[in-house]
């Protein structure tokens, strides 16, 4: 099939596009790497008026560090984020989480923002963003708001972005310390979207206990979801007091809109979600102890 006609428009900046956004006054869609969109318009499950191609503004492209976090483009490519060394050390989850997207072909032309605020809840970013509490910048001709990402998706393929707005770039909290991350999914193909998955962050006091931890989950609600329940009970906990499997379930606890499809009963995917926190959080310990 082939998608109904629209107008393309490529700004070569992001002032010109927001200004683009103002005056089209919500019959817009914006598209970076199409890796999600144009599947959706070639079969005709979206429709736009106009189109604006926001994929070469160079100030959306870019991986920096800024006051304590790291900046992300949105308009950055996810084979960049494979890539990018400063990335790796600096917000590891990310970077771990990037080969479960998809095909190489995709991460060439997928970006970080058009994952995010395509807000899939069987994505692989949006939980990692969810997980570590990173803030998103959105501009628009009335100026610059960050929305944390506890506030920004809305629910199944619906964030915070006002129709005006575009999503400029993330910035992700860079931890330090005893440190480990892991990422664990079960998806029938490799590149398929996940049945479940977990993403798994772990900070460790010098006795040995857990300081800080980040648990997201992927495929288990219409909202990438955080455990916070489970969160909350490994605050101070000795480390070997821990047992993965404990940790798993109580991630379950309290998810209560999670998908039945034709991929499995929601009952099936909380038993792999269970199973894919506690293999993280136990890959995560590892690799925080020093294994």
């Not at 970077?95 to 605020?117: D, K, L």
């Not at 979207?193 to 609600?221: C, M, N, P, T």
Request: net charge negative; charged share 20%; glycine share 10%.
């Amino acid at each position: 099939m082939k998608s109904a006609a629209f107008d393309y428009h490529r700004p070569s900046s992001a002032d010109e596009a927001v200004q683009l956004l103002a005056d089209l006054d919500g019959d817009a869609k914006v598209i970076a790497g199409g890796q999600s969109l144009v599947p959706m318009l070639a079969l005709r499950l979206a429709y736009l008026d106009h189109l604006v191609d926001v994929g070469r503004i160079d100030e959306l492209r870019g991986i920096e560090r800024r006051n304590g976090s790291l900046w992300v483009g949105a308009a950055t490519t996810q084979a960049s984020v494979e890539r990018n060394d400063e990335l790796a050390r600096s917000v590891p989850l990310l970077a771990r989480v990037t080969p479960f997207i998809g095909h190489f072909q995709i991460r060439n032309r997928g970006t970080v923002g058009g994952s995010i605020a395509h807000a899939d809840p069987a994505a692989e970013y949006p939980a990692v963003a969810v997980a570590l509490d990173a803030e998103f910048d959105a501009v628009s001709t009335r100026g610059t708001r960050t929305i944390p990402a506890s506030s920004f998706f809305g629910g199944m393929l619906t964030t915070a972005l006002e129709p005006d707005e575009l999503l400029a770039g993330i910035r992700f909290p860079v931890w330090t310390g005893r440190c480990g991350f892991a990422v664990q999914e079960f998806a029938r193909r490799h590149g398929d979207f996940a049945i479940a998955g977990a993403v798994v962050g772990v900070e460790l006091d010098d006795g040995g206990r857990v300081q800080r931890s980040a648990i997201g989950l992927i495929g288990l609600g219409s909202t990438p979801k955080r455990a916070t329940t489970a969160e909350a009970e490994l605050a101070g906990r000795q480390i070997s007091d821990v047992q993965p499997d404990d940790i798993g379930a109580q991630a379950m606890a309290g998810l209560d809109d999670v998908p039945t499809d034709l991929h499995g009963s929601a009952a099936y995917r909380k038993r792999v979600g269970a199973a894919m926190v506690a293999r993280a959080w136990a890959d995560a310990v590892t690799e925080a102890t020093g294994g």
